[in-house]
């Protein structure tokens, strides 16, 4: 397990960061399809909090994309790097999610996070966060759509249906409300970094063949769950 710290410079106020969200907005990639369902690694990331002790517990976890078995896993544990404000979570999180996955032993490739990417207020979360800082292809998938609006997806698995932000010019995309299992509530994909929503959609289903939520971030979930417990000693 890694113990990491808050970064020099780290953002501090409320306006700093959104500076830097302004600064990398204009690097992520959107016309790049991303790797193809089904091959090479799919990393899920997720973190666990301590907010009695101001602690984050960070976990990386490698899949074969093909057979959906664990290939690779690490843990990192941080202080809290920015407070609780919506739209900046991913300031919270970042530099122990990084750490977690430079501790891998090998390439992540398509990495999922537990979160949003352009379906973010500010058309900057996680997702697309983490991928412009990595070079990593990366997709958000979420488990409610946040301040977005959509139409209920058809009920069979793999219905899909947009995720609205209101634009200028009427509604904008920015991701798809997107029915995993037959019957059961959709969650919310949006694309992070260099890959297109319509492979982020079709690698999520490709990583749900038994429940609602990824694979990935099952595994990720319960393992950044199980760091924070030991590091509680």
């Known amino acids: 397990m890694t113990t990491v710290r808050i970064p020099a410079g780290w953002p501090a106020t409320d306006d700093q960061a959104r500076a830097v969200q302004d600064e990398l907005r204009g690097k992520v990639v959107l016309d790049e ?3 193809p369902p089904g091959t090479g690694h799919v990393t899920g990331v997720d973190v666990a909090y301590d907010d009695e002790r101001d602690v984050v517990a960070a976990a990386a976890v490698v899949l074969d994309a093909a057979t959906l078995d664990v290939v690779a896993e690490a843990t990192a544990i941080g202080q ?4 609780y404000v919506p739209g900046l979570l991913a300031f919270r999180e970042i530099p122990t999610v990084l750490a977690a996955l430079d501790a891998l032993p090998c390439d992540p ?3 999922v996070c537990d979160g949003y990417g352009l379906a973010h207020p500010r ?15 990366t997709i958000g998938v979420a488990k409610n759509p946040f301040t977005f609006t959509y139409d209920d997806p058809g009920t069979p698995r793999g219905s899909a249906s947009p995720l609205l932000a209101a634009a200028e010019a009427g509604t904008e995309e920015v991701g798809r409300a997107l029915r995993t299992r037959t019957g059961v509530k959709p969650v919310f994909v949006s694309v992070g970094h ?6 982020a959609c079709a690698h999520t289903l490709a990583l749900t063949p038994a429940y609602r939520i990824p ?10 769950r199980r760091a924070l417990r030991e590091a509680a000693g």
């Not at 058309?123 to 292809?137: C, D, E, I, K």
């Not at 694979?215 to 950044?224: I, K, V, Y």
């Open 33 to 35: 399809t991303g790797p």
């Open 80 to 83: 809290v790097s920015f407070p």
């Open 109 to 111: 490739g398509l990495v």
């Open 123 to 137: 058309r900057f979360g996680l997702a697309s966060h983490l991928g412009v800082l990595t070079g990593l292809p």
């Open 194 to 199: 260099r890959v297109t929503l319509d492979n």
């Open 215 to 224: 694979e990935s971030t099952r595994h990720a979930d319960a393992l950044c």
